[in-house]
């Protein structure tokens, strides 16, 4: 048995740096407070807690003087205002990629457009993005897209995580009910090189197995592609979660992760796929 995995698999840069922060405020503060979970992986969430962080529901929960968090995802304009006006010791991780989307959403809004958001309803960074701009609209399917009334003039953006596919699917209805539309290609480029190397992987491999908690947008997104390309595709959050028989015709095995899956979990799952296949070492794909 061969095992490849993905190049780009697991945590991306904007995450990582985010993590990595929190640890570092956490420990140089005692605490840190976050509203909601800096990433959708439940055992990430919990070496965080271990470490001092504190999810919180709002800013008032968040003792005085004491560091407030604002994730990767990107936080809501009113939130910043509010923690600003109260003088709060804001640590800000929101991800680079992330705030270019709210400065391309806000040039789109100047120039007198309508806004649509192709993302996840209710999504933290879709909900960050929404606030930049006045009244937008926002589409997660090709369905919802139909529904849509004609307009004069439109913007469109995505949320950093969305599939090209799904993207693609609904531009070509907002082609047919807008007639001066602007779209601006957000998808984070982290995002599209993790989606390139799956779908090739999927279609080589005879196996794909893609680790991700079931809680994670992205990682499922991933384990879509996979598994339009191959039936033999799993997903798994932890290394316990595979099955052997899985494995067992299988002479190669594809690897890769949700950007929210960090590295001790990918080589928790690639140690026992060697387990399993008698494999001394994986080769890296991209």
Known sequence: MKIFLAKDAGYCFGVRDAVNLAYDTAEDHGDVYMLGH???NENVVKDLNDAGTKVVESLDDVPAGKPILFRAHGTPEDTWKDAKTNNMNIV??????VLEIHEEVKNLEE??????IIGDHGHDE?????????????IAT????????????AGVV???TQTIENVQEIINVIMTKVFDLRFVNTICFPTKRNQSQIKE????CDVMIVIGSFTSANSKRLTA???????????????????PRWLKQAETVGVSAGASTPDNIINDVLTKIKEIGKVPEEMIYG
């Open 38 to 40: 800096i990433v959708h």
């Open 92 to 97: 800000d991780a929101t991800c680079p990629l």
């Open 111 to 116: 120039e007198g457009r309508k806004i649509i």
């Open 126 to 138: 879709v909900v960050g993005i929404a606030s930049q701009v006045k009244d937008p609209i926002i």
């Open 142 to 153: 090709a369905e919802e897209a139909k529904a849509l009334r004609k307009t004069k003039r």
């Open 158 to 160: 995505s949320q950093s």
């Open 201 to 204: 992987l999927a279609k080589q």
């Open 225 to 243: 592609l996979a598994k339009e390309r191959n039936e033999n595709s799993y997903q798994v959050a932890t290394a316990d979660e595979i099955e």
